[in-house]
Nanobody, 121 residues
């Protein structure tokens, strides 16, 4: 199995910043794409940002300029730097990864358990 664990969430005031991290561990694997999604109660889980193993990124249009995704391939870790946070950014943030198991080559996708981000004064 491949396990994804997020950290870094919490309570922050409007205009503040947070950095989330997500580390993958478990079976031998090679991750091609990692991403961040977010979800509020009753809403769909929406893409925040994605990043490939070569470093290509894309973002939700509304978040461009405020959020930055990065990764450390050696650590199988992805980060999300969030700045200028607003109450509408309040959500559970989920880490996502896809790739293949080393050797066997079987495809996998995985989700983290989520980390709560609350933006409030």
């Amino acid at each position: 199995q491949v396990q994804l664990v997020e950290s870094g969430g919490g309570l922050v005031q409007p205009a503040g910043s947070l950095r989330l991290s997500c580390s993958a561990s478990g079976s031998l694997f090679s991750i091609s794409t990692m991403a961040w999604y977010r979800q509020t109660p009753g809403e769909r889980r929406d893409m925040v940002a994605t990043i490939t193993s070569s470093g290509n990124t894309n973002y939700a249009d509304s978040l461009k300029g405020r959020f930055t995704i990065s990764r450390d391939n050696a650590k199988n870790t992805v980060y999300l730097q969030m700045t200028s946070l607003q109450p509408d950014d309040t959500a559970v943030y989920y880490c996502y990864a896809q790739g293949r198991h080393t050797g066997r080559g079987t495809f996998f996708t995985g989700w983290g358990q989520g980390t709560q981000v609350t933006v409030s004064s």
